[in-house]
Each structure stands twice: as structure tokens, then as C-alpha cells.
């Protein structure tokens, strides 16, 4: 087993963050956590990351009670645009709330199984248009009677580098950002597209025209 720094911004206007990998700072309070207090979403993505434009920005059960992000926003996933006026979110009149720069979208959730078959659907429709997010699966497992590993994100670092006492971190932000994974609860299946050029893996653009 290995671990990597985060951290859950938890935003009372829009939802859950999460950003990794991450270095805390002992002289600043809550080790260097982001402040979300007071801004808006992008303004959030842009400081979760820093200075790395490596980190992951993941938004977390996006439908998960009415502050959460996809309802806190009204997001048309068709359009990826916000249908909520930002002064009834507690931002100023003109506050851009389209930006939807996060990496990864938490589809499965053990805590909120029920919205899956939604939002694996909005997923599906927002990287149709063009949305790069990744999809997750986290057990959010508050309290020592709820198991771990319900729903888990299965990332593809490459043959032979995936040992957890020598995993690069860094490759694996690199692989959830390539969307190179797969989301499930035990066994799963992969599958790929064989060309000229070799066989795709999870994540991967093809072309397949003759």
C-alpha cells in the first residue's frame, strides 16, 4: 500500500472538491488548504492546482444534496454551461460560473449509489462534448462501520510499474488526467481497439477509418 497527499475543499455554495497529489505547509493554517470561501468555482480549480498544473481537480458526487456541484450550478451537461444566477450562490452579479476545468468526475460513490446511473449518463454526454474529465469511484467511507473499497478507481500506469512501494505518484495524476483507468467494484474487463499502430487502452482516442 502506498498513499498520496489531498485534500477535500468543502465548499458550502457549490459541493466537494478533491485535489492530489499535494505538499502540506506546516506555517500555514490547515497545512496550506485552499479557502473556498467566497469564490467561485474556477477561481477554486485554478488555486487547487497552484503552481502544478500536474495536480488532479476532481469534483465529487456531483448530485449528492442540492450544494453539490452539478446542482448547485443547474449544469446543462448537454451544453456544459450553468443555468444558476451566481448572486443566489452569494457571488457578485456577472461571476463566471462555466468554468468546468476539473479533471475528474466522481460517477460511482458509495455513499450516493443511487445517482450513479445519472451521472455515469451526464458523464458520458459532457466527454461527447468535449469535456476531458476522467471518471471515478470513491467508497467515501465516513466511520468504521462503512467498508472501503465499494467503489474504487483502477488506474493503468503501465505494464510492470504498478508495485505500490515503488509507484511513480506523479504517473498516476498523469494517468487519471489521461482518463487511462477503470471504474468498478471488483473484477473488471478491459478492452481495446487493435490498429496499425498497436492496441488502445482505456481512455484513448482512435482512429479507426479505413
Known amino acids: 500500500m502506498t498513499s498520496i497527499i489531498g ?7 457549490f459541493g466537494h472538491l478533491n ?17 473556498w ?4 468555482p474556477g477561481v477554486v480549480f485554478d488555486e487547487i492546482r ?7 481537480v476532481q469534483a465529487n458526487h456531483p448530485h449528492d444534496g442540492g450544494t453539490s456541484l452539478f446542482d ?3 449544469l446543462d451537461v448537454e451544453t456544459l454551461m450553468a443555468g444558476r444566477d451566481p448572486v443566489s450562490l452569494g457571488f457578485p452579479e456577472g461571476t463566471d460560473l462555466n468554468d468546468l476545468s476539473f479533471d475528474a468526475l466522481e460517477v460511482a460513490n458509495a455513499s450516493s449509489a443511487g445517482d450513479f446511473p445519472r451521472v455515469f449518463q ?32 483502477f488506474v ?10 515503488v509507484v511513480d505518484k506523479a504517473s498516476i495524476a498523469a494517468a487519471i488526467k489521461a482518463r487511462h483507468v477503470v471504474v468498478g467494484t471488483g473484477a473488471f474487463v478491459t478492452a ?19
Open 7 to 13: 485534500s477535500e475543499v468543502s465548499s458550502l455554495a
Open 19 to 35: 485535489g492530489f497529489p499535494l505538499e502540506v505547509d506546516p506555517s500555514r493554517t490547515g497545512g496550506g488548504g485552499v479557502r
Open 37 to 40: 470561501k467566497g469564490k467561485p
Open 50 to 56: 497552484g503552481s502544478d498544473a500536474t495536480r488532479v
Open 72 to 74: 448547485a450550478l443547474q
Open 122 to 153: 451526464e458523464w458520458l454526454v459532457m466527454v461527447s462534448n468535449g469535456h476531458p474529465a476522467c471518471a471515478t469511484g470513491s467508497s467515501d467511507s465516513h466511520g468504521a462501520t462503512r467498508f472501503a473499497g465499494t467503489a474504487r478507481t
Open 156 to 165: 493503468f500506469v503501465g505494464q510492470g510499474s504498478d508495485d505500490p512501494v
Open 192 to 210: 481495446g481497439v487493435v490498429t496499425g499502430g498497436g492496441e488502445s487502452i482505456p481512455g484513448d482516442s482512435v482512429s479507426i477509418r479505413g
